[in-house]
């Protein structure tokens, strides 16, 4: 019987947090937008509101931790 390499497993923690655009891109959500809500300006709290892509710098990282990519 053939040996196989063994399974890649996912960082759960990074899967939860990143997802992976149709074009294969990873978006990550802003941070400042769970607590301490009341204070904040309308005009500051819709700029938490879209997903951010990730630096170059980060991309390679953030990808090995995803080996099967994220849904």
Known sequence: MPRTGTKLKTHR???????????????RKRSGN??????KSARRKRGYAP???LTPADRDAIKRLLPYGTP
């Open 34 to 39: 769970r607590h301490l809500l009341t204070h």
């Open 13 to 27: 923690g990074t899967f939860k947090r990143f997802r992976t655009t149709g074009s294969g891109k990873l978006t």
């Open 51 to 53: 997903a951010e892509e």
